[in-house]
C-alpha cells in the first residue's frame, strides 16, 4: 500500500507540472517548433547527468547501456517520446492548444487498452462501456474539426505506448536513469533534426532576447523533472491507474486553451468533449469502487487471520 501511495503521488505531481505545459511554450511560441525539440533533448540531458554525477548513479546507465535487449527497450521509449514532443510543442506552439487537450483526454484510453492488450489486465463492464462512450466522443470530436486530428491521436498513441514500453523496459530502473538513458538516445535525432532546420530555414531560439534564451534552456528542467516523476509512478502502479490519473493535464490545457487563449469550440466538438468527459467520470467512478472494494477485501482477509 505504501508503494501505491507514493505511485499516485509521483503520479498525480507529473500530470500537474505536464499541465503548465501550454503556458510555458506558449512563451516560446516565436521559435521554430522543429527548433524547440532538440534544445529540449540536449538541456534534458544535461540536467538529468547533473543528477546522476551527483547522486552517483552512472553505474546504474551502464548496466542499462550494457544490456542490449533493455537497451533496445529504452531506446523504442525514447523515439515515442520524441515523437510526443514534437507533436505537442507543434500543437501548442501554433495555437491548437484545445487540440493537444484532446490527445491527453483520449491518452487514457490507450494506456487502458494496451494494458488489456499486452499485460492481461481485466476491465470490468463499466470500463468497457467508457471506453465505447469515449470511442464515440473521439469520432464525434474529429467531425468538428473538419479534418483528421492527427495531433490529438498522435499524442494519444505515443504517449500511451510510452507509458507501456517504459514500464516494460525498466520497473526496476529509477526515474533519473531511464530519463537519462532515453535523452542519451534521443540526442542523435535531435541533431539531425537540428542540421536540417540550420539548412532550411537557420537557428533562431537565441536571435529573440535573453528571456526567450532562458526559456529554451530552461526546458529541460521542466521537461526531466515531470518524466522522472511519472518514471517513478509507472514503476510503482499498474497501467489502469496510470491511465486513470492522466485526466488532470488534459482538463488544465483545456481550460487554458478556453479560457486563456480563446480557441473556439464548435458546438459538434463540444458534444465530443463531454462524451470522452463523461466517460473519464465513469472510469474515475470505477476505479474508486474498485479500490473499495480490495480494501474491504484485504480487511476481511486480515479479521480472518486474527
Not at 172 to 191: F, H, K, Q, R
Not at 240 to 248: D, E, P, R, T, V
Not at 260 to 284: C, D, K, N, P, Y
Amino acid at each position: 500500500m505504501t508503494q501505491m501511495r507514493a505511485g499516485l503521488g509521483y503520479g498525480v505531481g507529473a500530470y500537474l507540472v505536464w499541465g503548465t505545459f501550454p503556458i510555458f511554450f506558449g512563451l516560446i511560441a516565436v521559435v521554430n517548433p522543429l527548433e524547440v525539440v532538440p534544445w529540449r533533448v540536449g538541456t534534458t540531458l544535461v540536467f538529468c547527468a547533473l543528477i546522476v554525477t551527483i547522486s552517483r548513479r552512472w553505474g546504474r546507465v551502464l548496466a542499462i547501456i550494457k544490456r542490449p535487449r533493455l537497451l533496445g527497450w529504452f531506446a523504442l521509449s525514447a523515439v515515442l517520446l520524441y515523437v510526443n514532443w514534437q507533436l505537442f510543442v507543434i500543437g501548442v506552439m501554433s495555437g491548437n492548444v484545445i487540440e493537444t487537450a484532446l490527445g491527453y483526454f483520449i491518452n487514457p484510453l490507450f494506456t487502458i487498452l494496451i494494458g488489456v492488450a499486452f499485460r492481461g489486465e481485466k476491465l470490468t463492464r463499466p470500463q468497457w462501456f467508457a471506453v465505447g462512450i469515449a470511442a464515440v466522443g473521439v469520432v464525434i470530436a474529429a467531425v468538428g474539426y473538419g479534418s483528421f486530428p492527427w495531433i490529438a491521436l498522435g499524442i494519444a498513441a505515443s504517449f500511451g505506448l510510452y507509458g507501456a514500453v517504459h514500464k516494460l523496459a525498466g520497473e526496476e530502473v529509477d526515474g533519473v536513469t531511464g530519463l537519462t538513458v532515453e535523452t542519451m538516445v534521443s540526442v542523435p535525432i535531435g541533431a539531425v533534426q537540428m542540421i536540417i532546420v540550420a539548412n532550411l530555414v537557420g537557428i533562431g531560439a537565441f536571435a529573440h532576447g535573453p528571456w526567450i534564451a532562458v526559456l529554451v534552456l530552461a526546458s529541460g528542467v521542466m521537461t526531466a523533472v515531470p518524466l522522472i516523476l511519472f518514471g517513478e509512478a509507472t514503476r510503482r502502479l499498474p497501467l489502469s491507474y496510470i491511465g486513470f490519473l492522466q485526466f488532470i493535464t488534459p482538463v488544465l490545457s483545456f481550460l487554458y486553451g478556453f479560457l486563456v487563449m480563446h480557441e473556439q469550440v464548435s458546438v459538434t466538438r463540444w458534444i465530443g468533449f463531454i462524451a470522452v468527459w463523461i466517460a473519464l467520470v465513469i472510469l474515475v467512478s470505477e476505479m474508486v469502487t474498485q479500490h473499495r472494494r480490495s480494501l474491504r477485501v484485504t480487511g476481511s482477509v486480515a479479521t480472518a487471520a486474527e
